[in-house]
Antibody, heavy 119, light 107 residues
Framework: EVQLLESGGGLVQPGGSLRLSCAAS????????MSWVRQAPGKGLEWVSF????????HYADSVKGRFTISRDNSKSALYLQMNSLRADDSAVYYC????????????WGQGVLVSVSS | EIVLTQSPATLSLSPGESATLSCRAS??????LGWYQQKPGQAPRLLIY???NRATGIPARFSGSGSETDFTLTISSLEPEDFAVYYC?????????FGQGTRLEIK
């Protein structure tokens, strides 16, 4: 059974940093692209970032480019999102999502982790 | 950036009726469109990928069609558990984008 478990969320002040983690199990992690998708309270889905199975290629939404870094450790079946220079509009539930193969359609999602940016 | 526009914003129907949800892309995305269902407090669930392919475990009452810029999700004979928010998503061009969602509510 595929499982994705996010952690690392919480309350942070504007300008601060957080590192989200996603522990994956139930599939061969290195064979699949992974992404982060977020959802502000009461709003729709916003794609944040993507990484290939090998980790050698990444993509970012313009809204986070230069501030967020996606990475993965295939030996640990773990996905990460390093978030720096956080702003109030980064407040959202962040989902870890598994790609369907190498592509960016998402067939499994974690339960999400809440990030709140406020002073 | 490709903008996906979903319509209607809200659809009010009764169980047993059929639902037709639309997603229009601002430029051609070939057939690289997916649909998700999201219920309150839950993560999204993949329903359809690449326009018309049902994801694993998705009932046959869900079907997708379309091409290039115009896409449709059809739910035949609505079940009580189908009332939720539905999102489309394109993967043709970076950045990945989602539509703003259609809320399917019980009439």
């Amino acid at each position: 059974e595929v499982q994705l478990l996010e952690s690392g969320g919480g309350l942070v002040q504007p300008g601060g940093s957080l590192r989200l983690s996603c522990a994956a199990s139930g599939f061969t992690f290195s064979n699949y692209a992974m992404s982060w998708v977020r959802q502000a309270p009461g709003k729709g889905l916003e794609w944040v970032s993507f990484v290939t199975g090998s980790g050698d290629d990444t993509h970012y939404a313009d809204s986070v480019k230069g501030r967020f870094t996606i990475s993965r450790d295939n030996s640990k079946s773990a996905l990460y999102l390093q978030m720096n220079s956080l702003r109030a509009d980064d407040s959202a539930v962040y989902y870890c999502a598994k790609g369907r193969g190498a592509n960016s359609i998402y067939d499994f999602w974690g339960q999400g982790v809440l990030v709140s940016v406020s002073s | 950036e490709i903008v996906l526009t979903q319509s209607p914003a809200t659809l009010s129907l009764s169980p047993g009726e059929s639902a037709t949800l639309s997603c229009r892309a601002s430029q051609s995305i070939s057939d690289l469109l997916g649909w998700y269902q999201q219920k309150p407090g839950q993560a999204p669930r993949l329903l359809i990928y690449d326009t018309s392919n049902r994801a694993t475990g998705i009932p046959a009452r869900f079907s997708g069609s379309g091409s290039e810029t115009d896409f449709t999700l059809t739910i035949s004979s609505l079940e009580p558990e189908d009332f939720a928010v539905y999102y489309c998503q394109q993967r043709r061009i970076w950045p990945i984008t989602f539509g703003q969602g259609t809320r399917l509510e019980i009439k």
